[in-house]
């Protein structure tokens, strides 16, 4: 795949996804505006942690275990039988799964979420209940979307997502006004529904699967399984962390999981848009170059991929940061979600997008070490952040900060994650983080982020009226001038990039 292919591809993935990720945040929007940072919304928020959980973490595990292995294939009849076995024990796997997550609901949400009061246990475990088949449709969804996805198809794949969310949202909204917080537990079904069945149209018309029963278990298929089963606990770490604050935050004050969820839905729409996009496309290209021992090109990809992230989520956290209580004002500030919600919510969003960076990073690093099938370690290191530093952290903090410690401890474990990956990716994968010029990298990105950080701090001293939508838009067009005028001035490799293409295009106009 050509350079300018590739960044084409990147950048429709992203248009597209950007829109899915917005109707998918307005969503929350909507809990917020319904039910505000209530009882309720906690019990909405925690009906459908578990079936986003699984979609996301098992999902995700097994799309990329199958991206690593499928693309290593030459034998069109071993695809087929590969992709025929996966679908049967897949879908049968998951069918016993959903049902005994439907019988046992009240059990499942009673282990988790311990500090819910026995009327809003009781309503999370009814919602719970009929969310619970999105789970069989949401997992396999997202095994579909993988082989688009290697079949190069990444356009198609993210429109199912889009498809879904925007048929979550109509019918949360619809519906609320007959069935109240019942709407978004049927929204969650029907939707994951919707998109399953534009998948399996999708897949029928390229002929990319045939949908037969194989109960062969062959060694491509338990290879793929060793390889998706480590991938659970440390490839999708971003999602254990909001899990386990969510099941901390059940025993404090009502409203406390819904405030972690509204910040974290925010913290997670840039880098969820960014990474989606170059995940979708760079990660099987970068199971094609492993395969080939092309090392210089995923060299290249490593650094570049780091440095795309680095330009643009890094100013985003900054500016978020300052703005947090604007942000949440123009955002949330409407219907149920009042003033004291703007200002138990903000602070969270503070501590918690100080380490979006770091969340992002994770997940682009760990693919790395998951197209070279060396998955053991970043798993390692994952669970030791996760169910070692956060869980350790969370338990010294929550007495005393309560839901302010379970961000803290979230944010101070990715970062902590992160160093680790990179020590780690140096090490065993002899990927270098900087290149020939480490000493101009550096002092270039520190004028970059100190100049942001003097405008936002101008911009508060300067601005004293109260109106946060203008506020955040004069900060906003300032902090990009800024962002341009530096990149331009000194040089960044990725406006040269930019300015290359742009010369070429306008010479073959003229």
């Known amino acids: 795949m050509k350079g300018n292919t590739l960044f084409k591809i990147i950048g429709a993935v992203a248009v597209i996804n950007l829109g899915s ?3 998918g945040f307005l ?9 505000g940072t209530s009882s309720i919304a906690d019990s909405v928020v925690a009906a459908y942690t578990l079936p986003n959980f699984f979609y996301v973490v098992i999902g995700g595990a097994i799309t990329t275990a199958f991206i690593s292995i499928y693309s290593k294939m030459d034998d069109p009849p071993r695809r ?4 025929s076995s996966i679908f049967t024990w897949l879908s049968l796997l998951l069918i016993i799964f959903t049902a005994l997550l439907m019988v046992f609901s009240e059990v499942v949400i009673g282990l988790l979420f311990r500090g819910l009061q026995p009327e809003e246990l009781a309503l999370t475990a009814d919602l719970f209940q009929i969310m619970a088949p999105a789970t069989l449709f949401l997992v396999i969804s997202m095994w579909f979307t993988g082989i688009l996805n290697v079949n190069g198809k990444f356009t198609l794949a993210t429109m199912s997502t889009l498809l879904m969310n925007v048929t979550f949202v109509i019918i949360a909204v619809v ?6 917080p019942y709407a978004h537990a049927y929204g969650a079904v029907i939707s994951a529904i919707v998109m399953a069945v534009m998948l399996v149209v999708l897949l029928k018309k390229g002929n990319f699967v045939r949908f037969r029963i194989n109960l062969k278990i062959d060694d491509d298929f338990k290879k793929m399984w060793r390889l998706a089963f480590p991938i659970i606990l440390g490839g999708a770490t971003l999602q254990f962390y909001f899990l386990i604050h969510r099941i901390f935050a059940a025993g404090l004050s009502d409203g406390a999981i819904s405030a972690l969820n509204y910040s974290s839905k925010i913290v997670q729409l840039p880098q969820s848009v960014l990474m989606t996009a170059v995940t979708t496309v760079i990660y099987p290209l970068l199971a094609k170059k492993v395969a080939a021992n ?7 990809l490593y650094q570049k991929g780091l440095r795309m992230m680095t330009i643009t989520i890094i100013p985003a956290t900054i500016f978020a940061y300052f703005y947090a209580e604007e942000i949440f004002r123009v955002v949330f500030e409407y219907g149920n ?9 903000a602070p969270l969003f503070q501590l918690l997008v100080i380490a979006m960076f770091a969340h992002s990073a994770n997940l682009y690093v760990t693919r790395f070490f998951y197209a070279k099938e060396k998955s053991i370690l970043p798993v390692t290191l994952g669970v030791i952040s996760v169910f070692g530093i956060n869980v350790g952290l969370n338990l010294l903090l929550i007495n005393h900060f309560g839901a302010l410690g379970l961000a803290a401890a979230t944010s101070i474990s990715a970062i902590s994650n992160l160093l680790l990956l990179l020590i780690a990716a140096k090490v065993v994968l ?3 983080l900087f290149g020939p010029k480490t000493f101009t990298t550096i002092w270039k990105f520190t004028v970059l982020f100190a100049a942001i950080i003097a405008v936002q701090l101008g911009v508060k001293s300067l601005i004293t009226f109260d109106m946060p939508i203008v506020t955040l838009t004069i900060a906003l067009i300032i902090t990009m001038v800024v962002v341009g005028l530096i990149v331009y001035g000194l040089r960044f490799p990725e406006f040269e990039a930019v300015r290359t293409k742009l010369l070429k295009k306008i010479a073959k106009r003229g």
């Open 294 to 300: 092309q090392k210089d090109d995923i060299q290249r």
């Open 430 to 432: 002899k990927l270098n």
């Open 337 to 345: 979600f009042t003033r004291d919600s703007t200002l138990i919510a």
């Open 80 to 83: 087929e039988t590969f992709l």
């Open 27 to 35: 969503r929350e929007v909507v809990i917020g505006y319904q039910f």
């Open 175 to 180: 519906g609320y006004s007959y069935i109240g």
């Open 21 to 23: 990720r917005f109707i």
